[in-house]
């Protein structure tokens, strides 16, 4: 069974950073395209970023230039980093494992992001 757990979210003001990570256990974290979801009160979830098992990264329009996803096959874990935050980034945010053959997919518990001054 495959288990996602994310961390690092909390309470920053706009213009702060956060850097979220996601550790996976339970399978071969390199087959895995790795993504993170965010979803806001009232809101359908949708997607941040991605990235696939050779890297190749792409991202929402709304956070490009801002928000940074990168991955360490070593450690099993996905990472989003989160410059230049703004209110309108408050979410909960998720990480999200799609198996490259079988596109079998795993959900993390998800972590909440709080913008706010």
């Given at each position: 069974q495959v288990q996602l757990v994310e961390s690092g979210g909390g309470l920053v003001q706009p213009g702060g950073s956060l850097r979220l990570s996601c550790a996976a256990s339970g399978t071969i974290f390199g087959m895995y395209t790795m993504a993170w979801y965010r979803q806001a009160p009232g809101k359908q979830r949708e997607l941040v970023a991605q990235i696939t098992r050779r890297s190749i990264t792409s991202y929402a329009d709304s956070v490009k230039g801002r928000f940074t996803i990168s991955r360490d096959n070593a450690e099993n874990t996905?990472?989003?980093?989160?410059?230049?935050?703004?209110?309108?980034?408050t979410a909960v945010y998720f990480c999200k494992a799609v198996h490259e053959f079988s596109a079998t997919s795993y959900w993390g518990q998800g972590t909440q992001v709080t913008v706010s001054s």
């Open positions: 996905v990472y989003l980093q989160m410059n230049s935050l703004k209110p309108e980034d």
